[in-house]
């Protein structure tokens, strides 16, 4: 069973509209928290990363947040548009060695 | 400053064929990573070079799988004789040294074998 897990598996939404991503994981011990975005044909880009101090995080209309205690964390999208449409990928790193562990993503497409 | 590339970017084999992937990282990143995705599934850490040293390949599924890393530079993966089962995309990352640096990755390169 894999250590991240993502939901929805994917999801259409109409452009303008908010969504948000959900990840739960059981990796252990934790460093932090990265989600990444994974245009098509593209590798993942960093998002956002957060420490286990940290409950919000937010990079323009991306805004993360992590709860540490329950192991979960959310991506939302505000007010989103067509260039939204991606793969979002949860990833837990270790802090013993630093591995990353990955969810299998969430795929957001955005409509017109 | 460029990216991490790789090359091909598809490429389509028969079963028993060899494929080699090429992976160049970003200029100065010591810390040299393969991952690969399997249709429908989560990406999957494979190896991790330091400089030209191999540092972890825990994740490498078998012996048909060979990374090297001559120079400490640029990364080749070559799968010898490929399976049905090696399809998917596989990733390259690199970072600075250490191990707490962010992890750049490449576009992938698409393997399918028929």
């Known amino acids: 069973k894999n250590q991240v897990e993502q939901s929805p598996q994917s999801l259409i939404i109409l452009e303008g509209k908010n969504c948000t991503l959900q990840?739960?994981?059981?990796?252990?011990?934790?460093?932090?928290l990265r989600w990444y975005k994974q245009d098509t044909g593209r590798g993942p880009v960093s998002l956002t990363i957060?420490?286990?101090?940290?409950n919000t995080k937010s990079n323009g209309r991306y805004t993360a947040t992590l709860d540490a205690d329950t192991k979960q964390s959310s991506l939302h999208i505000t007010a989103s548009q067509l260039s939204d449409s991606a793969s979002y990928i949860c990833?837990?790193?270790?802090?013993?060695?630093?591995?990353?562990?990955f969810g299998a993503g969430t795929t957001v497409t955005v409509r017109a | 400053e460029a990216g991490v590339t790789q090359f091909p970017s598809h490429s389509v084999i028969e079963k028993g064929q060899t494929v080699t992937l090429r992976c160049d990282p970003i200029?100065?990143?010591?810390?040299l990573y393969w991952y690969r995705r399997v249709m429908g599934k989560e990406i999957k850490f494979l190896l991790h070079?330091?400089?030209?040293?191999?540092?972890?390949e825990s994740g490498m599924p078998n012996n048909r799988f060979l990374a090297e890393r001559t120079g400490g530079t640029y990364s080749t993966l070559k799968v010898q004789p490929a399976e049905l089962e090696d399809s998917g995309v596989y990733f390259c990352?690199?970072?600075?040294?250490?191990?707490?640096?962010?992890?750049?990755f490449g576009p992938g390169t698409r393997l399918t074998v028929t």
């Open positions: 990352a690199s970072s600075q040294i250490g191990l707490t640096y962010e992890q750049y």
């Open positions: 990840c739960n994981y059981t990796v252990s011990p934790f460093s932090n």
């Open positions: 957060m420490t286990f101090s940290e």
């Open positions: 990833v837990v790193i270790r802090s013993n060695d630093y591995k990353l562990s």
């Open positions: 200029s100065g990143h010591d810390n």
């Open positions: 070079f330091v400089k030209e040293s191999k540092q972890d």
